[in-house]
């Protein structure tokens, strides 16, 4: 399992109100002391922070809000002193644009690293190359006078698009790839992996035909910007950089309309991505058949694949927020994270799952997401999951901080504050603890197979097995008690503890229960 820590939000141990490493490094025991085997460290690279991290200015340099290189150093080392692996966010589908790459790209036509950013002519008319659009809003290109050219942009403005599919660029960025591994990392978490490379006639993207579309990049199918042919021909490098270093891996963020077909064609063949993860289970859509059907279809369409799975992460709304529907936000938190961990494939925890944080309100005053300030009120944007960590319950700030925070801490997080839960026997934390720790001791959780029962809503059911254990695993994920008949537990059987109980042939699951039924 990988946790996930995002640096700016987790715990600041210089008193700026920003997160940094040695806050990291001062709760490594913590993190430890859940369960977890990895830490997905978001971003912490020198960055002018249009987009927190993700706009990369210097792909070599910590940023001095986070600390130093040494610092970084000193994470890593500790890391591996608890016996746990450390993966590291990598952003190469664009840069900053104040990365020197692009600062010099931009000056004319002939510079040696004129092509090393996505250019193109405008229309006749002046108009941008062709239609395709920003998921931050607007179109995805943006004007350069001193080229007389367009530069694309996915994302931001100030994040333009590096032209992956020039092989100089390739070289840089493995280049930066390989800076990482000789400093110990254990592999790298890709944002947004099926972005890298575009297609070279610029075609337009023809309409996606979504009438309830909330954002006008989705109004588009995108055959032309996203996931591209020429996308693989660089992953296949990366991976023969990975394997050249001893038990490495990456994993691939996969921003598509088509998770189950995308996870396959990035993870399918061992030439590929070790594993990727996409946002099939990051949004509104709920039910015990919906997540059936989608982890399904991924085994399905992916029968050679490594799946990852989230249920939140800091681009969603915390899931305890999300998928509660006025449910006891406590027993569904624990409820969740016991299914997510359940799954086929490697489970992503995002930072305060384990507390069963819910999503924070933030006033648009205080709002720093770019995302959130262009598409309030309808969406709010990410910063209500990007809220501190609530450490100790009745200091300043909850203790994330000494300094007022970068985002405020939310007063309704203080009493599901780590002090309290670690003395509460039944809190979330403590929950996760014991789950994650039983987990461990059942092989068939991690690599066995899934078998799904066909059960009614609101009830997922399904069989983990290997050649020494099969486990029977049930959930209600609807608001009512019910009973399941369930004629697997007519044999022998022992039960753990999700609250739920067994009855003749019949499984009682309370709201937000579940059971776990070891079958003989």
Avoid at 10 to 24: E, L, M, T, Y
Avoid at 341 to 363: A, H, I, M, R
Wanted: glycine fraction near 8%; hydrophobic fraction near 40%; charged fraction near 25%.
């Amino acid at each position: 399992m990988i946790y996930q820590v995002y640096p700016r939000s987790f715990f600041d141990a210089n008193g700026d109100g920003v997160g940094d490493i040695p806050g990291i490094i001062a709760k490594l025991d913590y993190i430890a002391g859940l369960g977890c085997d990895a830490i997905w460290l978001s971003p912490v690279f020198l960055s002018p922070m249009k987009d927190f991290g993700y706009d990369v200015e210097d792909y070599r340099e910590i940023d001095q809000s986070f600390g130093t290189l040494a610092d970084f150093d000193q994470l890593v080392e500790a890391v591996h002193g608890r016996g746990l692996k450390l993966i590291i966010d990598q952003v190469y589908s664009h840069s900053s644009n104040r990365h020197a790459w692009f600062e010099e790209s931009r000056q004319d036509r002939t510079n040696p690293k004129a092509d090393w950013y996505v250019w193109a002519d405008p229309k006749p008319d002046g108009t941008a190359p062709n239609n395709w659009l920003a998921a931050f809003g607007g179109i995805a290109w943006a004007w350069e006078p001193r080229r007389r050219q367009y530069y694309l942009h996915n994302f931001l403005p100030e994040q333009p698009d590096l032209n992956l599919t020039n092989p100089e660029v390739q070289d840089a960025i493995l280049d930066v790839a390989r800076f990482w591994l000789e400093r110990g990392v254990d592999g790298f978490r890709l944002d947004v992996a099926n972005l890298y490379c575009h297609d070279p006639l610029l075609r337009d993207n023809p309409p996606s035909g979504k009438a309830d579309a909330h954002r006008p990049h989705e109004m588009q199918l995108h055959l032309h910007d996203r996931s591209r042919p020429e996308n693989l021909e660089f992953l296949r490098r990366l991976r023969q950089l990975l394997d050249s270093y001893p038990d490495r891996m990456a994993v691939a963020e996969l921003f598509t309309d088509h998770p189950a077909e995308r996870t396959a064609e990035y993870t399918g063949a061992g030439d590929l991505l070790h594993t990727a993860y996409n946002f099939a289970l990051l949004g509104e859509r709920f039910g015990s058949v919906y997540i059936r059907d989608t982890v399904q279809e991924h085994l399905e369409k992916g029968p050679n694949s490594w799946p990852s799975w989230a249920f939140s992460n800091h681009d969603r709304k915390r899931v305890v927020s999300r998928w509660s529907f006025n449910n006891e936000p406590k027993g569904r938190a624990k409820l969740l994270l016991a299914l997510l961990t359940c799954l086929p494939g490697t489970p992503f925890l995002y930072q305060g799952e384990e507390l069963g944080l819910t999503e924070s309100d933030v006033p648009f005053e205080r709002l720093r997401d770019p995302d959130g300030i262009a598409f309030w009120p309808e969406n709010k944007g990410r910063d209500g999951c990007r809220t501190p960590i609530p450490w100790r319950s009745e200091a300043p700030f909850a203790g994330f901080s000494t300094a007022e925070p970068w985002l405020p801490a939310d007063p309704l997080h203080k009493a599901l504050a780590v002090d309290l839960q670690e003395k509460d026997p039944d809190s979330v934390l403590n929950f996760t603890k014991a789950w994650l720790a039983w987990r461990r001791e059942h092989p068939a959780l991690i690599g066995g197979s899934i078998q799904f029962l066909t059960l009614p809503e609101p009830i997922l059911g399904f069989i983990r097995a290997d050649e020494n254990e099969a486990l029977l695993m049930l959930f209600n994920l609807g608001n009512d008690a019910t009973i399941q008949p369930c004629p697997e537990l007519r044999g022998g059987y022992s039960v753990f503890n999700l609250g739920g109980s067994v009855f003749g042939g019949s499984a009682l699951l309370p709201r937000n229960g579940g059971l776990v039924a070891c079958l003989s």
